[in-house]
Antibody, heavy 116, light 107 residues
């Protein structure tokens, strides 16, 4: 069974940097895809981008290109989502999801709160 | 980007009702469509993929149909556990995009 374990909730100030993680287990990490999905408070789901864990090939949504960086370390079966300068509007729940098309496995989510 | 539009945004129904949610794509996506269920405070759960294939373990009262630009999710007999928000998602092309969601409420 595929499991995606995400890092814990974060509280940050505007302008700070952040890197959250998603550790995968239960399947062949290097032959799989991990995407990130944002859900702002009370709102719907937004696909941010995807990384192929075997070679770190990455595709971003135009809405998030240049705003975040998606990366992976296949040696520890972990994908990352990072910001160099957070804004209050980055406050949201972030899910890592398994799959390149539809998403059959979901992490529990990492809540990121950005507030001064 | 392919825009996904769900209707209605909110649906009030009773236990035992037959419920249908529609999802329209701004261009043809063949059958590359998935449906998810999300309950408050929880991660979404995959219900259906490739427009009509039921994910393992999902009750048979859920069904999906459609191709091209118009799709439907049907719950044949609404159960108490089904009150939730439902999202469609296309995976025909990048960026993957979701509908805005349909909240199924208790009437």
């Amino acid at each position: 069974e595929v499991q995606l374990v995400q890092s814990g909730a974060e509280v940050k100030k505007p302008g700070e940097s952040l890197k959250i993680s998603c550790k995968a287990s239960g399947y062949s990490f290097t032959s799989s895809w991990i995407a990130w999905v944002r859900q702002m408070p009370g709102k719907g789901l937004e696909w941010m981008g995807i990384i192929y864990l075997g070679d770190s090939d990455t595709t971003y949504s135009p809405s998030f290109q240049g705003q975040v960086t998606i990366s992976a370390d296949k040696s520890i079966s972990t994908a990352y989502l990072q910001w160099s300068s957070l804004k209050a509007s980055d406050t949201a729940m972030y899910y890592c999801v398994g799959g390149s098309g539809y998403f059959d496995s979901w992490g529990l989510g990492t809540l990121v709160t950005v507030s001064s | 980007d392919i825009q996904m539009t769900q209707s209605p945004s909110t649906l009030s129904a009773s236990v035992g009702d037959r419920v249908t949610i529609t999802c329209r794509a701004s261009q043809s996506i063949s059958s590359w469509l998935a449906w998810y269920q999300q309950k408050p405070g929880k991660a979404p759960k995959l219900l259906i993929y490739k427009a009509s294939t039921l994910e393992s373990g999902v009750p048979s009262r859920f069904s999906g149909s459609g191709s091209g630009t118009e799709f439907t999710l049907t719950i044949s007999s609404l159960q108490p556990d089904d009150f939730a928000t439902y999202y469609c998602q296309q995976y025909n092309s990048y960026p993957r995009t979701f509908g805005q969601g349909t909240k199924v409420e208790i009437k």
